[in-house]
Structures are given as structure tokens and as C-alpha cells.
């Protein structure tokens, strides 16, 4: 029984982490992005969003491709160093 007991505490301790860990992740991302459009005040919500979806392809963006545009500006992937 203390070893059932054992096991069952343990995966709630461990869910319980990855939680509290999945909890502040999401909240840096969110602060960052807060913190992100604060700065980038000439953009409205809908150009925001365009921006964050061409800077997310281009982080997988393996040949440096020119994918998008935003405000006029072209936005690429920087080559990996």
C-alpha cells in the first residue's frame, strides 16, 4: 500500500511542477509580447499579429527565404551563425 501510496504522490508532485513551470512560461511569453507591443506602438493589433506569424515562420525558415511583409517592411530569417 505505501508503495502505491509512494507512486501516486510522486506523479502528483511531478504534474504539479510541470504546472506551476507551464504557469510562469506562459506568463513570461505573455509579459514579453505585453512588454513587445508596448514598443511597437505604430502597429495595430492585426499588424501585430501578421508580425509575431512571420517572425515565427521565419525562426524555421532553413534557406533565409524572404516570407513576409509587414508595414512595408520586408522581414526574412537572419542567417544561423
Do not use: C, R, S
Not at 507591443?37 to 512571420?54: I, R, S
Amino acid at each position: 500500500m505505501k508503495n502505491a501510496e509512494g507512486k501516486v504522490n510522486a506523479t502528483v508532485t511531478t504534474n504539479k511542477a510541470k504546472m506551476e513551470a507551464f504557469v510562469k512560461v506562459v506568463k513570461w511569453e505573455a509579459d514579453a509580447y505585453q512588454y513587445l507591443k508596448g514598443n511597437l506602438t505604430q502597429m495595430t493589433d492585426e499588424n501585430f499579429l501578421e508580425y509575431l506569424k512571420v517572425k515565427a515562420i521565419n525562426e524555421f525558415n532553413q534557406k533565409n527565404l524572404i516570407i513576409g511583409e509587414v508595414d512595408g517592411h520586408i522581414l526574412h530569417a537572419k542567417p544561423k551563425v
